[in-house]
Nanobody
């Protein structure tokens, strides 16, 4: 089992940057593909980015491509989301999640979730 704790959210002006971290417990972290999702008020949870267990493959939603970058450090049991050029529409609660199989983009394919961290981008 994996427990996930996100950090790094906050309030930032448009055009600014934030780096989210997701710390995982358990020695099996390196076996899981990891993903970041976000959910804005009144909207469904949406895929943001994903990374394979080795870190060799990454995937980003079109809406964040070129601005956000997912990475992981298996020695530190941590996955990151570097967010640059933030826009007001990026405002949401951001969640990290872990999966053993299935699709990068489908939330129900992820077995473990963090509690989320709020990101607010002011215009």
């Amino acid at each position: 089992q994996v427990q996930l704790v996100e950090s790094g959210g906050g309030l930032v002006q448009a055009g600014g940057s934030l780096r989210l971290s997701c710390a995982a417990s358990g020695h099996t972290f390196r076996w899981y593909a990891m993903g970041w999702f976000r959910q804005a008020p009144g909207k469904e949870r949406e895929f943001v980015a994903a990374i394979s267990w080795s870190g060799g493959n990454t995937y980003h939603a079109d809406s964040v491509k070129g601005r956000f970058t997912i990475s992981r450090d298996n020695a530190k049991n941590t996955v990151y989301l570097q967010m640059n050029s933030l826009k007001p529409e990026d405002t949401a609660v951001y969640y990290c999640a872990a999966r053993e199989s299935g699709s990068n983009w489908i939330p129900s394919d992820y077995a473990y979730w963090g509690q989320g961290t709020q990101v607010t981008v002011s215009s």
